[in-house]
């Protein structure tokens, strides 16, 4: 004979444990998402002081809340119009998702000194969605540093955009050409710059990576699309 006592109160204490353990389970993935939110936060906030190449480098296992301490002191954050004006009242972190037309700005001050100007770029590489950030020296011409901090390009070869010799490439290039006076976004080549470009040229010209000619290009058209939107700003910054 079956005893449906039992079962309601096995039924029951099975419902229990799976409502107890739904409610763990969520509140523990909402405690990892928010860690991964903040961690993320954070690896921006890192990206953008190395692109900028700090007076004082940050020690490599500096502590998160120093870290965020230097950001904070150093770097103001602003947004910026198609125009290249400064919206007023505004932060990068204000900027809603499929906002279009706004744009995040990072200056670089030391002493109230403007030391670099700072964006974000973004672009396609051979199997990625390639991000970094630019860096530029006050005269707005001059790189002043360039990091790519996520990709999903193959190790040893387009993966090679994440090394310090390829970023250190763009150290000193010009997006500017004084020459023309017009803009003239790096273009990263397909074997070496003493092979290829010469003269004027060469200010505006990277190495390329072996083997990885399409993650190259991808590099090339993130650097020409983004330098295009921020020239409006760029533009008035050339002239203070």
């Known amino acids: 004979m079956i005893d449906l006592k039992s079962n309601r109160y096995?039924?029951?204490?099975?419902?229990?444990v799976c409502v107890v353990s739904g409610v763990?389970?969520?509140?523990?993935?909402?405690?990892?998402?928010?860690r991964q939110e903040l961690n993320m936060a954070m690896d921006v906030k890192k990206n953008i002081l190395k692109a900028v190449v700090l007076k004082e480098p940050i020690p490599p296992k500096a502590?998160?809340?120093?870290?965020?301490?230097?950001?904070?002191?150093?770097?103001?954050?602003?947004?910026?119009?198609?125009?290249?004006?400064?919206?007023?009242?505004?932060?990068?972190?204000d900027i809603k998702d499929r906002e279009t037309g706004v744009y995040p700005m990072y200056i670089y001050k030391?002493?109230?000194?403007?030391?670099?100007?700072?964006?974000p770029i973004?672009?396609?590489?051979?199997?990625?969605?390639?991000?970094?950030?630019l860096a530029l020296e006050p005269d707005a011409v001059t790189v002043r540093g360039i990091t790519f901090y996520k990709h999903g390009e193959t190790p040893g070869l387009g993966g090679e955009i994440e090394k310090d010799w390829f970023q250190n490439n763009f150290k000193g290039k010009k997006v500017?050409?004084?020459k023309e006076s017009k803009l003239t976004p790096i273009v990263v080549l397909k074997g070496?710059?003493?092979?290829?470009?010469?003269?004027?040229s060469a200010e505006h010209s990277v190495d390329g990576i072996t083997a990885a000619t399409l993650t190259g290009n991808g590099v090339t058209e993130m650097m020409d699309k983004?330098?295009?939107?921020?020239?409006?700003?760029?533009?008035?910054?050339?002239?203070r």
């Open 10 to 16: 096995t039924f029951l204490f099975a419902v229990i």
């Open 24 to 34: 763990m389970l969520s509140a523990v993935s909402e405690g990892f998402r928010a």
């Open 63 to 93: 502590a998160q809340q120093d870290i965020l301490k230097v950001f904070e002191s150093k770097i103001e954050e602003h947004v910026i119009d198609g125009q290249g004006n400064v919206m007023e009242g505004r932060k990068p972190a």
């Open 110 to 119: 030391e002493d109230a000194r403007i030391m670099a100007y700072a964006f």
């Open 122 to 133: 973004v672009g396609q590489g051979l199997w990625s969605t390639l991000y970094g950030y």
């Open 176 to 178: 500017w050409s004084i």
């Open 192 to 200: 070496r710059v003493v092979d290829h470009a010469h003269g004027d």
């Open 226 to 239: 983004w330098l295009r939107i921020y020239e409006p700003y760029l533009s008035k910054a050339r002239k």
